[in-house]
């Protein structure tokens, strides 16, 4: 009987490593694995252009070491607070990574925020408009549970951040009411519908998916780009 406990104690401890190394190589082979156009494994990786795009705002140097892509929508709440880690990572690589942001508007006000957003691009208030909007959030996004505010609402809103920001308010109406950018947002999201991304923040460094979201694990990928 003794024997018999042996053995199967040992048959056990062999699954169980069995398991371990089996997931470990699985979830390697995922976060390795390019990204295919449609979806499926056997077709080459994504064109490069469906992750950056030359009008695709940037923060650090074009020819950096690594390159981090985020698709966001400035309504996420998870994208808020993600933000500035983000930030700190990249200061930490300074002028070894850059960071390209593309729209993925998946809530009620995300449009006209990403369109705000461009317009402070314009004026060279990208990244404080940005910054602002994440701030904000909870005045201006619809809240869970709650009807989205009234269009009217958002408008005064957004002019009252435009003014924070030092914008020129009658460019930035002109944006809004004319729904200027809204092709180069659209075309951002049919990119994100391509990849396959269905939800934000998404992340990708070299062209490489972040396959777990979490701080921990955009450090570790962006570390072995680093270390090629």
């Known amino acids: 009987m003794r024997k018999e406990i042996i053995i199967l104690a040992a048959v056990i401890l062999a699954a169980i490593v069995a398991f371990v190394v089996g997931s470990n190589y699985y979830r390697s082979s995922i976060q390795n694995q390019p990204v295919a156009t449609n979806g499926n494994s056997n077709k080459a990786a994504i064109n490069a252009e469906a992750l950056v795009r030359p009008d695709s705002p940037t923060l650090g140097p074009a020819d950096a070491k690594v390159t981090l892509v985020e698709f966001y929508d400035p309504e996420c709440e998870a994208c808020a607070a993600f933000g500035p880690i983000v930030k700190k990572i990249l200061n930490e690589n300074e002028g ?7 729209y993925l508007p998946l809530h009620p006000n995300s449009m006209k925020a990403a369109i705000f957003t461009e317009a402070a691009g314009e ?60 092709a180069k947002i659209e075309r951002d999201k049919k990119d994100a519908q391509g990849l396959g991304i269905r939800q934000t923040p998404t992340f990708f460094v070299n062209g490489r998916p972040l396959a777990r979201f979490g701080e921990p694990e955009l450090r570790s990928l962006i570390a072995e780009e680093m270390a090629k």
């Open 96 to 102: 070894k990574a850059r960071l390209v942001m593309r």
């Open 123 to 182: 004026q060279g208030k990208y990244w404080q408009a940005q910054e602002l909007l994440f701030q904000k959030q909870t005045e201006w996004g619809q809240k869970h549970g709650q009807p989205a505010a009234a269009p009217s609402d958002i408008d005064a809103l957004f002019e009252k951040y435009a003014m924070t920001l030092g914008m020129d308010l009658q460019k930035m109406k002109t944006a809004m009411t004319q729904n200027q950018y809204s």
